[in-house]
């Protein structure tokens, strides 16, 4: 696998990006040349400098700063909603697949149902009912997500639980906890993990959006999606404003929709062609 | 056949009754009491005890739970979904038929541009695949489906309105006004069933009627559209009907970046505003329509499929 | 006499990626005038490559070279529209899986009726009637009946006929069969056989049929080919493959299938 993995150049490029932004996040108060919220009106709207790289917004703010603060809650929120998602419907959809019966019966009517609600309604509404915060917005992204996972991975489940090696394993005695969590977990690994690149794509837009109508992360704080949300108000005067935050976006949920691909081609043995 | 229609009809009704408790106990979640939050909207200078009580039995939040639920449920039946709390003069049924209908219009006009653009796109990228329209085009989804439609509303906003002066910016009313705010809706649809249709007929055409069809020599033309597409646009034309209610709701931010006056932006101002029973009541609307739609195509799925067409009955 | 096709030096090779494999490697046959030339092969051993390849019924990752000639035309040169106007008229094939060969969408009678529009400038009143003629030729029951039905509801041994009638209905030159008798059970099998025997001894029609049967070649083929690994390994009489068989696959074959019927009658003879 990890020779699958270093042979498949997306697979590698796309990870190394993605750390290389994470550490760049994480590394943003070292590297940001200027303060982020550091207002200074008489330079605003400045284009690109030796002082501001990126040139500054509607309040003389530095944008390069901006963006790289902003990276912290941007992915990092999605990456939270994404484990969340993930973990939450995974433990679902293992019990639903593994245990069958009743638990199998409540765990898929739940899952019906919230299928059967819209996920952007159903996202507002949880917003609305919690209250605009941000950890509401990472709750209401796991919340609407979490049953898409759950039926994906027991349909995974199903499939293995009745392969012979489960089947022996069974036979041999060995407990079931640890039949879940030796064979049937790293069995469905692979699914997980291109879901899982997929979804942290999809929690991105959805967390920017939300932040864009002021619902998610609140305006100073540097996150893409509420950067947007003020660029918007000077779209009129200085559309440049909403370019930088808007690329890096694009460029970021592009890099992660990349690597979940490539990731199924990494894990699917079948898929690869000699 | 007449037999599976009525059942499948039957077997919505459970779902409905769900997604109305699921909405009722919403409102009941709320951490404030509504009572009280109904009071505080109507800037009631000073709210006490007594006057709590009175909201609450003018409300009938006095009554047990369920009780309370049959009546509401009934109230709902009836089209009756209570009254604003922030302006207790307007119902709540009154400003959703308000804004219904912009929202109709453009998601009616989204649906429009999807379907005409998403399956001849499609429809051309699988017969010439791998050729440059194909690869221009997949790029093109590609980018889409990693853009924000907030953002690409924007940009349209910015290009289109501002810099070449051709269309009105925001607002709605007219024509010129549904343009842009519908293209931005369908944008990411649209790349999704370019998707879908491409594959599908990918799919298709390595079916052995394909190949029985090219032994009998039929012409290109024939096979492509009459046999091809039209296997591929049946699986195609269902996702899409299905997607219907998902269009509508998909309005809530685009509206909101336009000022569109629609359902959308009802709904984003009743949630700073704290109207909950226009949000339940917009949750409620769209969990319907989603069952409906849902119900709609996968019949209609049945009634046009020959295989699935129950013989006799 | 003049060969209806003559095959010299065909080779179809598959290219994926950077990667190149010979599927047909070399082939050299002909098939004459009312002749039935069979070719007997394993799955994967390039019989239906070896006709596909020649109709032009391969996608662009295949490539073929050597020539294929077909009344005077070398197949592998001619061009798309000219192999189209000879598939279904002049050269019509009878493919394995007739459960999935009609388009599930359309009536039967639409799907007959297309082909006859293609091929001919018969009126719709025409067309009918051909295809009832065939229906009744083909021993289908009610055809009125059937031309209305889906593919979904008629049995697969139906739905073969139906090709077969398809595939002679306008007297071609040359009509392949490629495993016709693979996805039906044994019954059927022995009707289909049947119906290629009496197309065989009416019409004339040079035939090519293609498949592993060894029973089922031995009923309509005049001489065989015997095919393994892309390559023409035997070629001769079925009488003379039998008893003279050059190459080791091909006694192999012969070995096994001897064995299975000495088998056979030895447990029938048991139970009569």
Redesign the interface.
């Known amino acids: 696998m990890a020779q699958r993995f270093w042979k498949n150049k997306t697979a590698v490029g796309t990870v190394f990006f993605v750390v290389l932004i994470a550490l760049l996040g994480i590394l943003a108060p070292w590297i940001a040349p200027n303060d982020p919220y550091a207002a200074d009106i008489l330079h605003k709207y400045e284009s690109m400098s030796a002082q501001f790289p990126l040139g500054t917004d509607h309040l003389g703010r530095c944008l390069l700063s901006r963006l790289l603060y902003g990276i912290r809650p941007t992915l990092g929120l999605a990456i939270l909603t994404m484990l969340g998602t993930i973990g939450l419907g995974a433990l679902m959809g293992l019990l639903a697949g593994y245990f069958r019966g009743w638990v199998e019966e409540i765990i898929m009517r739940v899952v019906?149902?919230m299928l059967?609600?819209?996920s952007?309604?159903?996202v507002?509404?949880v917003?609305?009912?919690l209250?605009?915060s941000v950890q509401n917005v990472v709750l209401a992204n796991v919340f609407i997500k979490w049953a898409w996972y759950a039926r994906m991975i027991r349909t995974g489940v199903m499939q293995y639980r009745d392969k012979n090696f489960i089947q022996f394993s069974r036979c041999i005695g060995t407990p079931e906890w640890f039949i879940l969590a030796r064979h049937l977990l790293p069995s469905i690994a692979a699914d997980l993990a291109v879901l899982a690149s997929l979804d942290v794509?999809w929690a991105i837009?959805n967390i920017?959006?939300l932040s864009?109508?002021?619902?998610g992360v609140q305006a100073p704080t540097p996150e893409w999606?509420a950067m947007?949300n003020e660029?918007?108000n000077v779209?009129?005067s200085n559309?440049s404003q909403?370019v930088i935050p808007?690329v890096a976006?694009?460029?970021l949920?592009?890099v992660f929709?990349l690597m979940g691909d490539a990731l199924r081609d990494v894990l699917d043995p079948k898929e690869v062609?000699e | 056949m007449k037999q599976y229609v009525f059942k499948r009809i039957l077997s919505t009704i459970p779902l409905l009754l769900i997604i109305s408790f699921v909405c009722f106990v919403f409102i009941n979640l709320i951490p404030s009491n509504p009572a009280e939050v109904a009071l505080r909207v109507r800037q009631v200078p000073i709210i006490t005890e007594e006057a709590i009580a009175e909201v609450e039995a003018e409300l009938g939040l006095n009554r047990p739970f369920l009780v309370r639920y049959v009546s509401w449920l009934f109230d709902c039946l009836k089209g009756d979904f209570g009254i604003s709390y922030v302006n207790p003069s307007r119902t709540v049924a009154g400003e959703l038929a308000r804004c219904l209908p912009a929202t109709l219009q453009l998601a009616g006009a989204s649906l429009v541009l999807v379907i005409l653009l998403s399956i001849p796109i499609g429809f051309l990228c699988a017969v010439y695949k791998d050729g440059i329209f194909d690869q221009v085009m997949r790029a093109l989804v590609f980018i889409t489906t990693a853009m924000p439609p907030y953002w690409v509303g924007l940009l349209l906003m910015w290009f289109i309105s501002i810099k070449l002066d051709l269309l009105p910016t925001s607002g709605g009313g007219s024509f010129a006004h549904l343009i842009l705010p519908a293209f931005t809706v369908s944008l990411s649809y649209i790349s999704t069933y370019i998707r879908l249709i491409r594959n599908n007929m990918l799919e298709n055409m390595k079916q052995d009627y394909v190949l029985y069809a090219n032994v009998r020599g039929l012409p290109q033309k024939v096979i492509l559209v009459k046999h091809i597409l039209k296997n591929s646009m049946h699986t195609c034309i269902v996702a899409i009907g299905m997607s219907i209610p998902q269009l509508i709701s998909g309005t809530i931010v685009v509206e909101n970046v336009f000022a569109w006056p629609g359902l959308g932006t009802l709904c984003i101002s009743s949630i700073f505003n704290r109207d909950y029973p226009i949000i339940q009541a917009y949750v409620l609307l769209i969990g319907v329509l989603f069952v409906v739609f849902n119900l709609l195509f996968d019949l209609l799925q049945t009634v046009s499929d020959p295989r699935l067409r129950k013989e006799g009955a | 006499m003049t060969p209806v096709l003559a095959v010299n030096h065909l080779s179809v090779t598959l290219q994926s990626g950077k990667n190149t494999k010979q599927l047909v490697k070399d082939s050299s046959f002909s098939v004459y005038p009312g002749e039935c030339l069979g070719i007997l092969g394993e799955s994967g051993s390039g019989k239906s490559m070896t006709v596909k390849s020649m109709l032009g019924l391969l996608d662009r990752h295949f490539s073929a070279t050597g020539e294929a000639f077909f009344c005077g035309k070398d197949l592998l040169k001619e061009k798309k529209e000219t192999l189209r106007s000879l598939r279904g008229k002049d050269i019509t094939m009878v493919l394995q899986n007739p459960m999935t060969c009609f388009d599930p969408l359309y009536r039967i009678g639409n799907q007959m009726a297309e082909t006859f529009a293609t091929h001919t400038n018969w009126s719709q009143k025409e067309i009918r009637e051909e295809s009832l003629a065939i229906l009744d030729r083909m021993q289908i029951q009610n055809p009125k009946v059937a031309l209305e039905k889906y593919p979904h509801q008629l049995s697969g041994g139906m739905l073969q006929r139906i090709m077969i009638g398809l595939a002679v209905a306008l007297k071609p030159k040359l009509l392949i069969a490629d495993e016709p008798t693979t996805a039906i059970d044994a019954i059927t099998q022995k009707e289909i056989l049947e119906a290629f025997l009496e197309i065989k001894n009416a019409h004339q029609t040079a035939m090519i049929f293609i498949t592993h049967d060894l029973g089922a070649i031995a009923k309509v083929a005049d001489r065989l080919l015997v095919m393994n690994q892309g390559e023409i390994v035997d070629e001769g009489t079925f009488s003379h493959i039998l008893h003279h068989a050059q190459d080791r696959y091909t006694k192999l074959l012969i070995e096994k299938r001897q064995a299975v019927m000495a088998r056979y009658q030895q447990v029938l003879g048991g139970m009569v």
């Open positions: 019906d149902v059967s609600f819209p952007q309604v159903m507002f509404a917003v609305a009912l209250g605009v794509g837009i920017s959006t864009f109508l002021g619902l999606g947007l660029a918007k779209l009129t559309p909403m808007g976006i694009v460029a949920v592009s929709n062609v």
